[in-house]
């Protein structure tokens, strides 16, 4: 059977001498494997769809275990991602982090849009990366079913402190005041178990940072990354709590990730 979806290239792997394997994300489908006989070829006339970043319509069939392109037509290259090496990192973590949040068979409507809406923000270069980094990891992880309380502090119910803590593991946070009371308390139960030391991480959060978690979380698509949060500490507070927030909940680390960080090391 011959089907035709809109699919993005998250993932390509070489196979042999001119073969890949893809993972495409469809919206009905979510992850879809193809197998992509010579594309690698130059005579092949489906080598651009099969590139990282592609976003068009493929038509596909299936025979064994992959289905095949039988056709292509693309929507949107996203060429400006390749301009530049830290817009091309940022957008292979955030395939990474898509694969990761996706499945096969499962509805992909969401994590496909803010992914295509991060991908043309970047190659447009229309917002900085710090900011389209954070609020895809903070809808990530909301979409992953891991979505904070962030609307007031968890122990005396402040519900607009200036300074605070994120619990991470908890997805909550704690005004100033009642943080060291209960980071205390957290301390003394790790003191006798050990084992719940990898559970308690915190993340220093300030009311503009707190105010621009939510937004991320609740701003349509369409407008996922239009909001004002221009000082640089209050950024650094966003950034290290979307990061931290997202990779202890899905409990791993990203190798495109750790390239996309060495890169602003340098
Ligand atoms: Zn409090």
Redo the contacts with the bound molecule.
């Keep these: 059977m011959i089907y035709g979806t809109d699919a993005l290239v998250l993932r390509e792997v070489a196979v042999g001498e001119h073969d890949k394997i893809l993972t495409l994300l469809s919206p009905s489908e979510g992850q879809i494997t193809v197998s992509a006989k010579g594309v690698r070829s130059s005579r092949s006339k489906l080598g651009p769809a099969t590139k990282l970043f592609t976003y068009g319509n493929y038509e596909l069939y299936k025979k064994g275990e992959y289905r095949y392109i039988k056709d292509f037509s693309v929507i949107e290259p996203f060429f400006g991602l390749s301009r530049d090496i830290e817009s091309m990192a940022l957008a292979s973590y955030l395939c990474e982090v898509a694969c990761d949040i996706t499945g096969e068979g499962v509805s992909s409507v969401d994590v496909l849009r803010m992914t295509l809406n991060s991908f043309y923000a970047l190659s447009k270069e229309l917002y900085p990366r710090p900011i389209i980094k954070a609020v895809y990891e903070m809808r990530a992880a909301g979409f992953s079913g891991f979505m904070p309380d962030l609307e007031y502090?968890h122990?005396?119910?402040?519900t607009a402190?200036k300074e605070a803590m994120l619990d991470v593991m908890n997805g909550c946070i704690?005004?100033k005041?009642?943080?060291q009371k209960h980071l205390d308390a957290a301390q003394k139960e790790m003191y006798d178990n050990p084992e719940l030391s990898e559970r308690i991480v915190y993340c220093r959060l300030t009311q503009s940072s707190i105010t621009a978690m939510k937004y991320a979380l609740q701003a349509p698509s369409e407008r996922m990354f239009s909001f004002d949060l221009t000082d640089e500490a209050e950024m650094r507070y966003f950034s290290h709590a979307a990061e931290t927030y997202l990779l202890h909940h899905l409990e791993r680390d990203f190798a495109t990730l750790n390239f996309y960080k060495s890169l602003l090391r340098t």
């Design positions: 502090c122990v005396c119910g402040n402190p704690y005004c005041d009642c943080s």
